[in-house]
């Protein structure tokens, strides 16, 4: 994919390492991931957001700050395999989205933390919902879209609903399944909006204890979206 790059994208990546450098708790950072580009046996493009990076096992590979893209993936150019949760995040996009079209990787947030909770305020200074940064990834995001024009854009992670759509610019949320678990407390499993008329799809989180039901349901309902 390296040989292949975009100008805008390019453009993209070095607005992103110098939006860094102007920032001391970003550069405490790991890594940031952006059009991390994983290819598939199609042309057609999906898209998977996360909440942002983690960090597992990433400072034994190398020092930071330095990134994981489609132009530099500090994986690849330190001669390692993927850790074992990038292995698991892949896997699972694979396992919902197939194996036709490519998956573009990118984030809400872009730069790395231990986790999105506690560490990240440790380490940014604020939690994730008051971050500084949001409207800058916003604008990098939206350019990635525009790019790749995906067939459907999958969020995991179910409480980044609560929220995000109203940065986004959403609007309603056109489709929500839910059920009742054995305690008879209701479950949010998928959230469907629309940005641009591409559906974006809230499911609760890949990393969660999903039980099988809840897999296939997911897998489903995706499915629906997805370019045979």
Not at 73 to 91: H, Q, T
Not at 92 to 113: E, P
Not at 199 to 215: G, Q, Y
Request: include cysteine; charge should be neutral; charged fraction near 30%.
């Amino acid at each position: 994919m390296k040989d292949f790059i975009n100008s805008d994208i390019k453009d993209n990546l070095q607005k992103i390492r110098d939006y860094r450098d102007q920032y001391p708790e970003l550069l405490k950072a790991h890594h940031f991931t952006y059009d991390l580009v994983d290819e598939g046996d199609g042309t057609q493009n999906y898209m998977v957001m996360g909440k942002n990076p983690g960090e597992s096992g990433s400072w034994k590979i190398c020092d930071g700050p330095t990134e994981e893209t489609s132009e530099y993936d500090f994986f690849i150019e330190n001669g390692e395999n993927k850790n074992r949760s990038a292995v698991k995040w892949n896997k699972a996009a694979r396992n919902y989205l197939g194996d036709l079209g490519n998956i573009v990787f990118t984030n809400f947030f872009f730069w790395s933390s231990k986790d999105s909770h506690q560490a990240f305020k440790n380490r940014f200074g604020y939690t994730f919902k008051q971050n500084k940064h949001f409207d800058f990834c916003i604008k990098m995001n939206q350019s990635l879209i525009k790019h790749y024009k995906p067939e459907i854009i999958v969020a995991p992670g179910i409480p980044l609903a609560d929220y995000i759509p109203e940065r986004y610019g959403f609007g309603s949320c056109k489709d929500e399944v839910s059920y009742q678990d054995d305690r008879g407390s209701t479950q949010r499993l998928i959230k469907l909006y629309f940005y641009n008329e591409i559906p974006f799809i809230f499911t609760k989180h890949w990393s969660a204890r999903l039980n099988k039901e809840e897999k296939n349901k997911i897998k489903q309902y995706l499915e629906n979206y997805l370019v045979s």
